[in-house]
């Protein structure tokens, strides 16, 4: 699960300029006729940077995204949680694993990428820098964080490159369970016992910043890069997927009588478009430049689960094996 | 057949499952490698579903649901050996736990294919070739680390050093083992510790590890009739914390 | 704040990160081309990589990552450095027509698995075994064999079959109970009737 927005850095668009311009107007036909691009076709280097750093970050989100639900893994309530509990979060790493294998066929290897990790260098999604207090934190994710990021990866999946098309075809199949599971779990603590939703309606009110947050900026205060759409590389606005969000879920919190902390919550019948109190995006700022509540919490976890296992990763290593970069 | 014979034998079946099932499913999402955190994960979900499987099957002979069955109980109420409810530790020992459990539990399953208790049976053939699966995925890794590195041999000789007695454990004889091989249900836990020493050294013998003397070696029982270590009463307030909130609310 | 995750706590890990050793950059496995064949008589598909140190390591680990769900009744693994890759064709034109004398070569004389890209973007599929004196020779033996006025093929890999592990026939009972992980699917998860009484309930 992912929210991407704008949390990647602006392109320096002038490494074009060393671009052979043939060689673009064949990529760029390539792409208008709807064509995938494939690791061993010729690319623009901003084409590769960019794409790295998207797929990489998107790779982060998920594997740090399986901790706040990780949270509650060992506390799932009876045996039918448990068990959809644990293969959610399961899924969570295995969508990193496919994610990490499309940006290493653009040829960053895959250890580079946890070590930028690890040392705070690369980014991944805010929403996963809060903590999860109770059981109906992680109820709360599993349907509404996942939704938000099955918005952003139904975009990205008709993007133009193969591989990272294919790995989202696959991880939104798989979503469709975390979103089913996840709105299971919230009907049955919504129409549950009045601490059930207690418990619901807490996390609701805990999470609807962050969640509003998870697609980036809005577009007016965002940078567009008219060729990374053109590209099919960025596929739909902050603000586009926000509203599209919006408009599928807000009738079904409401539906089961909870409430949405937001008074100026409503749809403009007129545009068609959801008005909303502005998030601060002071905080979302201070969140992901590392000061949130779990930032450290969730970089150490990780460290740790890589120190842990450096000795079974060494210990079979073999000098003499052959590295080239995975094929589709 | 005697019923509290057949049912001494599914609770602790069932409760060896659940609890290892629960233990593994601690590293989902810090495993040592993205695609080896995967493969354990979905081992202990097996486990899981093993272990209803079971409960559902005391569900039938009369227990209560398996919720309240696995949720509700206190420590000295549980049958699964010591063995697997011991903390995760290092990789090395939660390896060579599910190593040492799986060879024996795969046999398990294969025997139990032959039960004369047919639910057993049928459930027994149906889940094996997971289990099949989990020993594949064990024997691959012993082989690989116990022949490895200085590092990797030692710390898996040290786990099977450790783990050793208490795998012993799992076999701990029940006071039903005769009524049971009598009635065809289960050829009892001495022939199934025998198989288990014959398929584990096999593979540890195209290792460098050196397996303890079993004749030497003091089993850690006392798990089957409820004597725990002071790791399973914690394992179970955490696991039921939320389904404890209100037994009877749907979650 | 201190984690809320019993697991993490009982992990005592400290959260600045100091004194994290850096780590090489190509400390890590090497990567295995990964092919799945959902049901018997269908081809094998690629759908992926594992990291592994070889071949059987990479043999389990693709079994949880790519066939958890569904049905599967094998996969296939190859190290990826072992594949023969030819070029990658567009719109019309087919690799199979291209002439091979240029490319480089590779492997000697025994059998080799031949596997297809029939659109661009989607995955290769394992077509069949071939007895060839190299890569290139099976290359050329497939576009001999290939009927001409077939679609266009787009990309060909060739594989030594003695580097490519195949589940075995025995090994099949591993994913006999896979359509039955029906927690892992999402028609598990039908709450509409609870849905309907609630809001019946509060109308």
Same mark, same amino acid.
Request: hydrophobic share 40%; with cysteine; glycine share 4%.
């Given at each position: 699960m992912y929210g991407g927005g704008?949390?990647?850095?602006?392109?320096?668009?002038?490494?074009?300029?060393?671009?052979?311009?043939?060689?673009?107007?064949?990529?760029?036909?390539?792409?208008?006729?709807?064509?995938?691009?494939?690791?061993?076709?010729w690319m623009p280097e901003l084409y590769r940077k960019q794409l790295i750093r998207m797929i990489e970050q998107h790779a982060h989100s998920e594997i740090i995204g399986a901790l706040p639900e990780g949270t509650w893994i060992t506390r799932a309530p009876g045996f039918k949680r448990k068990l959809a509990l644990m293969a959610k979060v399961q899924d969570e790493v295995g969508h990193a694993q496919l994610l990490y294998s499309a940006a290493e066929t653009l040829g960053k290897p895959r250890e580079a990428m946890i070590e930028d990790l690890i040392n705070g260098k690369s980014k991944y999604s805010n929403v996963f820098n809060y903590p999860a207090f109770t059981w109906a934190d992680s109820c709360f994710i599993s349907w509404l964080v996942d939704a938000g990021a099955i918005v952003n990866q139904l975009a990205n999946a008709k993007g133009s490159y193969g591989p990272y098309c294919r790995a989202l075809d696959r991880i939104c199949a798989e979503e469709s369970f975390h979103l089913k599971y996840g709105h299971h779990c919230v009907i049955h603590m919504a129409t549950g016992t009045p601490?059930?939703?207690?418990?619901?309606?807490?996390?609701?009110?805990?999470?609807?910043?962050?969640?509003?947050?998870?697609?980036?900026?809005?577009?007016?205060?965002?940078?567009?890069?008219?060729?990374?759409?053109?590209?099919?590389?960025?596929?739909?606005?902050?603000?586009?997927?926000?509203?599209?969000?919006?408009?599928?879920?807000?009738?079904?919190?409401?539906?089961?009588?909870?409430?949405?902390?937001?008074?100026?919550?409503?749809k403009d019948p007129d545009t068609g478009q959801w008005v909303y109190t502005e998030p601060d995006w002071e905080v979302f700022k201070k969140v992901i430049n590392g000061d949130g509540p779990c930032n450290a919490e969730r970089l150490a976890v990780r460290r740790t689960a890589e120190e842990r296992g450096r000795w079974v990763r060494q210990a079979l290593t073999r000098p003499d094996s052959i590295y080239v970069m995975p094929l589709a | 057949m005697k019923q509290e014979a057949l049912k001494e034998l599914l609770y602790k079946m069932a409760d060896d499952q659940l609890i290892l099932g629960?233990?593994?499913?601690?590293?989902?999402?810090?495993?040592?490698?993205?695609?080896? $955190?995967?493969?354990?994960?979905?081992?202990?979900?097996?486990?899981?579903?093993?272990?209803?499987?079971?409960?559902?099957?005391?569900?039938?002979?009369?227990?209560? $649901?398996?919720?309240?069955?696995?949720?509700?109980?206190?420590?000295?109420?549980?049958?699964?050996?010591?063995?697997?409810?011991?903390?995760?530790?290092?990789?090395?020992?939660?390896?060579?736990? *599910?190593?040492?459990?799986?060879h024996g539990e795969l046999i398990r399953f294969e025997l139990l294919a032959g039960s004369s208790y047919?639910?057993?049976?049928?459930?027994?053939?149906?889940?094996?070739?997971?289990?099949?699966? *989990?020993?594949?995925?064990?024997?691959?890794?012993?082989?690989?680390?116990?022949?490895?590195?200085?590092?990797?041999?030692?710390?898996?000789q040290r786990s099977l050093d450790y783990a050793f007695p208490f795998a012993m454990g799992i076999y701990e004889p029940s006071p039903f083992e005769e009524s049971?091989?009598? $009635?065809?249900?289960?050829?009892?836990?001495?022939?199934?510790? $025998?198989?288990?020493?014959?398929?584990?050294?096999?593979?540890?013998?195209?290792?460098?590890?050196?397996?303890?003397?079993?004749?030497?070696?003091?089993?850690?029982?006392?798990?089957?009739?409820?004597? *725990?270590?002071?790791?399973?009463?914690?394992?179970?307030?955490?696991?039921?914390?939320v389904f404890r909130v209100d037994p009877t609310a749907e979650w | 704040m201190e984690s809320l995750d019993p697991r993490v706590q009982r992990l005592n890990i400290k959260q600045d990160g100091k004194d994290f050793p850096e780590k090489p950059e190509l400390d890590q496995w090497i990567t #295995?081309?990964?092919?799945?064949?959902?049901?018997?008589?269908?081809?094998?598909?690629?759908?992926?990589?594992?990291?592994?140190?070889?071949?059987?390591?990479?043999?389990?680990?693709?079994?949880?990552?790519?066939?958890?769900?569904?049905?599967?009744?094998?996969?296939?693994?190859?190290?990826?450095?072992?594949?023969?890759?030819?070029?990658?064709?567009?719109?019309?034109?087919?690799?199979?027509?291209?002439?091979?004398?240029?490319?480089p070569d590779a492997g000697k004389e025994g059998n080799y698995e031949v596997c297809l890209l029939y659109r661009r973007g989607k995955q290769h599929e394992h077509a069949g075994q071939i007895q060839a004196n190299s890569s290139k020779d099976a290359f050329r033996m497939t576009a001999e064999a290939y009927p001409g006025d077939a679609k266009p093929i787009y990309n060909v890999w060739v594989i030594p079959t003695d580097k490519?592990?195949?589940?075995?026939?025995?090994?099949?009972?591993?994913?006999?109970?896979?359509?039955?992980?029906?927690?892992?699917?999402?028609?598990? #998860?039908?709450?509409?009737?609870?849905?309907?009484?609630?809001?019946?309930?509060?109308?």
């Open positions: 704008s949390i990647f850095e602006t392109p320096k668009t002038d490494t074009l300029k060393n671009e052979d311009p043939v060689k673009i107007a064949a990529f760029e036909a390539r792409i208008a006729r709807g064509e995938k691009i494939e690791p061993n076709d601490i059930q939703r207690k418990m619901m309606q807490e996390a609701i009110n805990r999470w609807w910043e962050p969640m509003m947050h998870f697609f980036g900026p809005p577009d007016k205060i965002s940078v567009h890069t008219e060729i990374l759409m053109n590209w099919k590389v960025k596929m739909a606005s902050n603000d586009e997927c926000r509203n599209q969000f919006l408009d599928m879920y807000v009738p079904k919190i409401l539906e089961l009588g909870l409430t949405i902390p937001d008074p100026e919550l409503r | 629960h233990r593994n499913s601690e590293w989902t999402g810090m495993g040592p490698l993205l695609e080896e $955190d995967i493969a354990f994960s979905s081992m202990a979900q097996d486990k899981v579903g093993h272990s209803l499987v079971m409960y559902q099957m005391l569900h039938q002979l009369g227990e209560n $649901d398996p919720d309240t069955v696995a949720f509700m109980r206190h420590a000295d109420q549980f049958h699964n050996c010591q063995f697997v409810e011991l903390p995760i530790g290092e990789y090395d020992f939660s390896l060579m736990r *599910h190593f040492l459990f799986d047919e639910p057993l049976s049928l459930a027994a053939k149906k889940l094996k070739g997971e289990l099949r699966y *989990h020993k594949m995925h064990a024997d691959v890794f012993i082989k690989k680390l116990g022949n490895a590195t200085e590092e990797s041999i030692t710390r898996m049971l091989i009598e $009635d065809g249900v289960f050829k009892g836990e001495n022939h199934l510790k $025998d198989l288990w020493l014959e398929s584990m050294t096999k593979v540890l013998n195209e290792t460098e590890l050196k397996i303890p003397d079993p004749e030497a070696v003091k089993p850690v029982v006392g798990g089957r009739t409820g004597k *725990h270590t002071e790791h399973l009463q914690p394992l179970l307030d955490e696991m039921a914390e | #295995y081309e990964v092919f799945v064949q959902l049901v018997e008589d269908k081809p094998f598909r690629h759908e992926g990589i594992v990291h592994a140190c070889d071949l059987d390591m990479a043999f389990i680990l693709a079994k949880e990552q790519f066939t958890r769900r569904y049905t599967c009744s094998g996969i296939a693994v190859v190290a990826t450095h072992e594949i023969w890759v030819s070029p990658l064709t567009e719109d019309q034109e087919s690799v199979l027509d291209m002439d091979p004398s240029d490319w490519f592990r195949f589940s075995t026939p025995e090994e099949k009972e591993i994913w006999d109970t896979l359509p039955e992980k029906r927690f892992r699917e999402a028609a598990d #998860y039908k709450a509409g009737d609870k849905l309907t009484n609630f809001k019946n309930a509060i109308k």
